[in-house]
């Protein structure tokens, strides 16, 4: 499955932003899907996931309460609603799929897309 991932951009703290991964090649709804950001200097990190029903979701403690994910089976996407962005949010976002886990480390995550750069500028 391919993944490409789009709605990065440059906002002001407190901004919003969403993000989109859409996928060719086979269906998004046999996978559980997730993004994971890194910014400069760090490890990539799990931000949110989600099963391949929607029928659970997790959430990074950074990102709780201001971050949605959801996905559109129908459309074959995934999306990331971010609010009240913070500096800190500044990264490149990457959707990712995994057939299994809904939580875990990069390794654990079979396709990704190729990142999408979201600056938060405070």
């Known amino acids: 499955v391919q993944l490409q991932a789009s709605g990065g951009g440059l906002v002001q703290a407190g901004g919003s932003l969403r993000l989109s991964c859409a996928a060719s090649g086979r269906t998004l709804s046999s996978y559980n899907m997730a993004w994971f950001r890194q910014a400069p200097g760090k490890e990539r990190e799990l931000v949110a996931s989600?099963?391949?029903?929607?029928?659970?979701?997790y959430y990074a403690d950074c990102v709780k309460g201001r971050f949605t994910i959801s996905r559109d089976n129908a459309k074959n996407t995934v999306s990331l609603q971010m609010n009240s962005l913070k500096s800190e949010d500044t990264a490149v976002y990457y959707c990712?799929?995994?057939?299994?886990?809904?939580?875990?480390?990069?390794?654990?995550?079979?396709?990704w897309g190729q990142g999408t750069l979201v600056t938060v500028s405070s």
């Open positions: 989600i099963t391949w029903s929607g029928g659970s979701k």
């Open positions: 990712a799929a995994a057939s299994r886990v809904l939580r875990g480390p990069p390794g654990s995550y079979a396709y």
